[in-house]
């Protein structure tokens, strides 16, 4: 963390208050490794305080993590924490498999929302699924989000990440280099159309966002 603070880097985040990818071969105790990781972001937020660096609970889906799996859990596990630098993180690909309502769990994120995480329900880049945006967008705006979002896509087999991330077919759709370059630039105009479109209005994504046919894939 101290390093973080050489190199101007104010933010860390993801599941930092448990271990990662979880051995689901043994049991699991939530209550008392709740206990355990409250007590130890406590330790790290002092750290954190000192170094002047936000340090951000991501809530996971279940098959990834068990103590923080809903916005809800984030709060109250944060709430018990009590600092100012620890925050709730979330990722929509995440609240996509276990919040009952998206715009709903950013709200109850509310101010203690520290990072924001992009992506689509399979792990494609945003614009190419089926995530509800323009209620992310509302939520947002809702709660005065004014911190960042990050696109996290993740769609190449191979490798000690796409093993532990599970990607067990090509994503990419046979992308070679050249082409998720192509693919990376999409959501940027995807995100400028859904800034311009009113709450009321409906997508048709691709075409309001102007992304080629070529860019979406098959
Ligand atoms: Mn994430």
């Not at 990834?64 to 859990?73: D, K, R, S, W």
């Not at 101010?111 to 509302?138: A, M, S």
């Amino acid at each position: 963390m101290k390093r973080h603070y050489k190199l101007d880097v104010h933010l860390i985040g993801g599941g930092i208050y448990s271990y990662w990818p979880v051995d689901y071969s043994r049991p699991i105790d939530k209550i008392g490794d709740w206990g355990r990781s409250v007590e130890g972001v406590r330790e790290v937020a002092k750290v954190a305080e000192d170094c002047g660096v936000d340090y951000c609970l991501e809530a996971l889906n279940r098959f990834e993590g068990y103590l923080l799996n809903t916005a809800e859990e984030a709060v109250e596990f944060v709430r018990q924490v009590e600092s100012p630098r620890v925050k709730v993180m979330l990722d929509t690909f995440h609240m996509n498999i276990e919040e009952d309502s998206i715009g709903g769990a950013i709200r109850t994120a509310g101010p203690r929302l520290g990072h924001f995480h992009v992506v689509e329900c399979n792990r494609r880049v945003p614009g190419k699924g089926r995530i509800p945006w323009l209620e992310i967008r509302d939520a947002l705006k809702d709660i005065g989000y004014d911190r960042m979002v990050v696109m996290e896509p993740f769609v190449r087999m191979g490798g000690k990440v796409g093993s532990d991330i599970k990607v067990w077919r090509d994503l990419s759709r046979g992308a070679s280099l050249r082409i998720p370059a192509v693919d990376a630039l999409a959501p940027h105009r995807f995100f400028e159309g859904i800034l311009r479109l009113r709450p009321c209005e409906s997508l048709p994504l691709v075409e309001a966002v102007g992304v080629d046919a070529d860019d979406v894939g098959a």
